[in-house]
């Protein structure tokens, strides 16, 4: 249970656009189940995003729910897009180090002609490299 | 205390709390109907003063908060009013013990009470009482309202004459230490002369005053005692009671700043007193003149002037954003004990009603997320369905309406747990229906046709689960239908391949008891779910409305004014009508239906599920004409292509028909799709003009029917095709049996001929025919025929082939004596011509194939019936395929001199191709016969 991330980039209409889930070594196979309550609760979240990013300056928000043990931290791209991490456990520099490296990813990404703007990211590079990155600040 | 009352809020603080219940067996409703006319005097102005006094009242209180009533006042039951039944006089005084009883459970906290008797007459009604009061029935008793608000008198005298005491009270030596129930075993031997004590004692009592100010309408008089309390316990480090007095001020504080009520439904009912803050200033005024005569308030505040209230009111009421932070240390100082849960909880969501009315959504946030994580003990399931359910509600109020769905939808899981005995199957589904709005979800598909598909889909598709398994629990298999179908609809996209599987598995096992329909399902608290047509299976892409095949297809008959012609101008063109007209074009189709024939109308659809799907009772909505529809049963290939598909119905009456969708049942769901609502269509438009019915010929001829199709150039098309060979000269008869098959009578007949373009030579008549004979069987019934002769005659001239010329000119020279070609080399020329012309026949006609061919049609125009009264005939066309041979062939021809110089003698070699005898006669000369195959000499 402890030490697994959620890791859902959502667009503005609330959907989501990427979703990826980081466990511990030991833990390979996540929980059906689970993986719903995973969405449930960053979509509850979404509202204090919204409400969040207007009174901070930075990108990062931070920490901006809780629900029981987990965490919602979130950056919100100056286009509205949210990164958002469901953990929990603190890991504030590790999450703060894969939203920047994600975003320079996201950032390529949305730069690319045949990638329409919040549309599911279908890029297969993409994902292994979010994986690659989510391994190194977040499991290691 | 234990029960949390999550309806509070800050202006409650200054209410009286009234219970009224009902002793003995009332009913319900009758109880709730006098329940419900006494909560209507919720303020009252008390006579003499002009301070206002608000009544909380409630049927269900527990009596252990009760027992916090020294702590906030406010939560005191101070008024009982008894409801009950009693019909005889011989039931009188045990009703009235029950009323003592009743009393008794609030006897330490009561100021007064009342019992209201319904049905009791005679002597004892008569006797006026004040604490009883009788009414015949529950129909009859005008008097409730104006008892009450004596009531209400009562008790304000009761607690004036309470708050006059307490506030002298705090001069003398011995105030008496009050306590919330779980202190009290902690100041067993405490020592009760120490300051520390008596500040204690002091500071909890001017809270107390502050409240009983509050309830009493005196809103600058509490502001005072609070303050002051506040000094004193912040001294003695008695948090509790802090946090308590800082709720105090807050309250009033609200109360002030905010007139209109910070609890929603109650707000409503103070509007309707005094809404305007500058009013809300008038109605305190009053109150503060009263510190005048309050020899406590007199002494500890100094305010003896009216005017200088103004300034008191600046100085001791707290700020909107005092009024949070306030809040925010009393709940601090709560939450250090764990028995003052309760209160935490209940100053959290009076917390966040305020801000919310402040509009500080992200600060009330914060208060609820404290709030979800105060434990207050093992709570029972209902208790945290109604917490969950609260917690929703305020996130609502702040705008935070996904995590409001987030909670309900907690509260509503929270109804059906396992370790619940009985599952509100029904409670849940009405929360989870709640939910949709915050999950970004409606019930109407119509929604989801526009755009991007809006919130989170995998969400979504949870909720609806959870709302088709909810409704089948519930018992209400049409309504799992309803949402099943809508799951499937809406969420096509993004079920994978396994998903869409089981979503239709479940479906078809729901729909073999209930099936879908397309009525508005309506639910017994006004809910109405649309009907959810499968407009996605399959995916239609094209509609096009088919004409008639050729042979139907109804003509108008030129009238002599030009009827055809635009009316609406005068110029025979312009560019200006023509683009009106092509607009006009776009919804209406220039051809015409005939009542009572079957129409077509295709569809390009594609299925887009991955495995096969079936399609039954597939069939066209029509409006306009009566309509017979002849529904067709379809199964599409998975994942198939654009597969076209035609719907057939035949009209039954005349007028403009409209193709307004169709409908279809899949998986044992009724769909009727309309073509507005499909998204990306294509149609050649969707009105038709029906005209009245017609006719239908059907031709059959003593001929063989042709492969050969002709290609007309005026685009007509021919509906049977028959071919002849003959040899030049002959005629041939053409049977043609005329059938009526058709349900109305044919009246009028014309047949012209038209002869395809030929460079041949035609002799005679091609085509020669009396229709007189036909036209005396008319008019034709349905189902009878007629005969029809058409004289066939081939006459054609052969010898102006272009081979035979030179031939001549080959004579030419041989009249000057040199040999004549060989046959064989004149046979094979015109073979060589006629190939690219016929190829198949040529090399079927053998060595001496001079081929030619004719092509002509006839055209049958006849009409009959209604659609004749109106002027349309239709054009049934007979194409007739004539291969012309050759009877015989001149092979040579060359010329001997005669015995006069002036003439010469014309050699013919004659030929006869055909299988028969022929005769060959030349003018003025006698006859030749020629056998089949035989070549002779002729001078």
């Known amino acids: 249970m402890s030490g697994s991330f959620y890791f859902p980039i959502v667009g503005h209409h609330d959907n989501p656009g990427f979703e990826i889930e980081f466990l511990p070594a030991e833990k390979v196979e996540s929980k059906h189940d689970h993986h719903h309550f995973n969405q449930s609760i960053a979509h509850a979240a979404l509202g204090l995003v919204d409400a969040n990013r207007w009174l901070c300056n930075n990108m990062h928000l931070k920490t901006v729910d809780k629900f029981n043990e987990w965490f919602v931290s979130v950056l919100a791209t100056a286009d509205h897009v949210k990164f958002i991490t469901l953990h929990d456990v603190r890991q504030d520099h590790g999450i703060k180090n894969l939203f920047s490296d994600v975003y320079e990813l996201y950032i390529k990404l949305a730069m690319n002609l045949f990638y329409k703007p919040y549309s599911p990211i279908g890029s297969s590079t993409f994902d292994i490299k979010v994986q690659f990155l989510g391994k190194k600040h977040l499991l290691s | ?939």
Request: aromatic share 8%; glycine share 6%.
């Open chain 2, 1 to 939: 205390m234990s029960v949390p009352d999550y309806m509070q809020c800050a202006e409650d603080h200054q209410t009286l709390l009234v219970v009224v219940q009902p002793v003995g067996i009332v009913s319900e409703e009758n109880f709730f109907r006098i329940y419900k006319r006494i909560s209507s005097v919720s303020q009252i102005n008390v006579r003499d003063s002009q301070r206002v006094l608000y009544i909380r009242y409630r049927h269900h209180y527990p009596p252990e908060n009760n027992e916090w009533g020294d702590f906030q006042t406010h939560r005191k039951v101070v008024g009982l009013i008894t409801v009950t039944d009693c019909f005889s006089a011989k039931d009188w005084p045990q009703t009235f013990e029950k009323f003592h009883v009743q009393k008794e459970i609030y006897g330490s906290t009561l100021y007064d009470s009342r019992l209201f008797v319904f049905g009791l007459q005679g002597e004892i009604a008569e006797q006026p009482r004040t604490d009883v009061a009788f009414y015949p029935n529950y129909d009859d008793c005008e008097s409730v309202e104006k008892r009450i608000e004596d009531f209400i008198e009562s008790l304000f005298i009761v607690l004036e004459s309470k708050r006059l005491d307490r506030a002298t009270d705090k001069s003398g030596d011995k105030i008496p230490l009050l306590c919330v129930p779980f202190e009290k075993k902690d100041f067993v031997g405490l020592d009760t002369d120490s300051r520390h004590y008596k500040k204690r004692c002091q500071g909890r009592m001017r809270k107390h005053v502050g409240d009983l100010c509050l309830q009493a309408g005196m809103l600058q008089d509490s502001l005072v005692h609070y303050h002051m309390s506040v000094e004193l316990l912040r001294s003695v480090n008695d948090f509790l009671w802090l946090g308590a007095a800082l709720e105090g001020l807050c309250s009033a504080s609200v109360i002030y700043h905010y007139p209109g009520g910070t609890g929603g439904k109650t707000g409503a009912r103070r509007l309707q007193g005094s809404s305007l803050p500058t009013d809300a200033g008038n109605r305190h005024r009053p109150g503060a003149q009263e510190v005048l005569i309050d020899p406590g308030a007199l002494t500890t505040n100094g305010i003896n002037a009216d005017t200088s209230t103004e300034i008191g009111r600046a100085k001791n009421c707290l700020s909107p954003e005092d009024i949070i932070d306030k809040y925010k240390e009393a709940i601090s100082y709560y939450s250090k004990y764990k028995n003052a849960g309760v209160i935490e909880l209940e100053a959290c969501v009076k917390a966040v009603r305020v801000l919310a009315i402040q509009k500080r959504s992200m600060e009330a946030s914060e208060f609820l997320q404290n709030a979800v994580y105060i434990n207050l003990r093992q709570l029972s399931e209902e208790e945290k369905i109604q917490r969950y359910s609260i917690l929703s509600e305020l996130y609502e109020l702040i705008g935070f309406h996904r995590k409001s769905a987030f909670f309900k939808r907690v509260a509503a899981m929270q109804c059906v747990a396992p370790s619940i005995a009985e599952p509100g199957w029904r409670a849940c589904y009405k929360l989870l229906l709640e939910t949709l709005p915050g999950y970004s979800l409606s019930l109407d598909p119509k929604d989801f046709n526009k755009g991007t598909h809006r919130g989170w889909a995998a969400v979504q598709m949870r909720l609806l689960h959870e709302l088709v398994y909810a409704s089948r629990r519930m018992g209400n298999p049409a309504l799992s239908v309803r949402h099943l179908s809508f799951l499937l609809q809406t969420m096509l996209d993004f079920l994978s391949d396994q998903e869409k599987k089981d979503v239709t598995q479940s479906l078809e096992s729901y729909t073999s008891k209930c099936p879908g329909t397309m009525e508005l399902l309506s639910l017994p608290d006004g809910l109405n779910l649309p009907p959810v047509p499968f407009t996605k299976l399959p995916i239609v892409r094209r509609v096009k409305l088919l004409n008639l095949p050729a042979s139907l297809r109804p003509q108008k008959m030129k009238s002599l004014l030009g009827q055809n012609m635009s009316t609406k101008s005068p110029f025979i063109y312009s560019p200006i009508i023509a683009h009106n007209r092509g607009e006009e074009r776009s919804k209406k189709i220039d051809f015409q239906w005939v009542q009572g024939d079957v129409c077509e109308v295709q569809l390009m659809v594609y299925n887009p599920m991955p495995f096969e799907l079936r399609v039954e009772n597939m069939g066209l909505l029509t409006s306009g004409v009566e309509f017979e529809s002849l529904p067709a049963a379809l199964s599409l290939p998975a994942e198939s292509g654009l597969y076209p598909v035609t719907l057939v119905g035949v009209p039954r009456s005349t007028g403009q028909i409209t193709i307004n969708g169709y409908h279809t049942t899949v998986f044992g769901v009724f769909s009727d799709c309309l073509l507005d609502s499909l998204p990306g269509i294509k149609t050649n438009g969707s009105t038709v003009e029906v005209i009245p019915a017609l006719p239908r010929l059907q031709i059959s001829t003593s001929l063989p029917r042709s492969a050969r199709t002709l290609q007309p150039a005026s685009g007509d098309e021919i509906s049977t095709n028959v071919s002849v060979q003959l040899y030049n000269g002959e005629t041939q008869q053409l049977d043609i049996k005329l059938e009526n098959i058709g349900t109305e009578p044919l009246e009028k007949l014309e047949v012209t001929s038209k002869i395809l373009t030929t460079k041949e030579k035609l002799y005679g008549d091609f085509l020669s025919w009396k229709l007189e004979e036909t036209l005396s069987q008319f008019p034709l019934q349905p189902g009878k025929t007629a005969t029809f002769t058409v004289n066939i005659k081939v006459k054609l001239d052969f010898s102006c082939q272009e081979n035979l010329l030179q031939d001549l000119n080959d004579d030419g020279i041989s009249i000057s004596g040199l040999p004549l070609s060989s046959p064989f080399r004149q046979v094979v020329k015109p073979r060589v011509e006629s190939k690219p012309v016929n190829p198949p026949e040529s090399s079927k006609a053998g060595d001496f194939s001079h081929v030619k061919t004719l092509e002509a049609i006839l055209n049958f125009k006849y009409s009959g019936g209604p659609g004749h009264v109106d002027g349309y005939y239709r054009n049934l066309s007979l194409g007739i395929h004539v291969e012309a041979e050759p009877s015989v062939f001149f092979t040579r021809v060359s010329t001997l001199p005669a015995t006069s110089t002036r003439q010469c003698h014309l050699l013919l070699d004659v030929f006869n191709s055909t299988e028969h005898e022929l005769t060959i006669s030349a003018k003025n000369n006698e006859e030749l016969i020629l056998h089949a195959g035989e070549c002779q000499r002729d001078f």
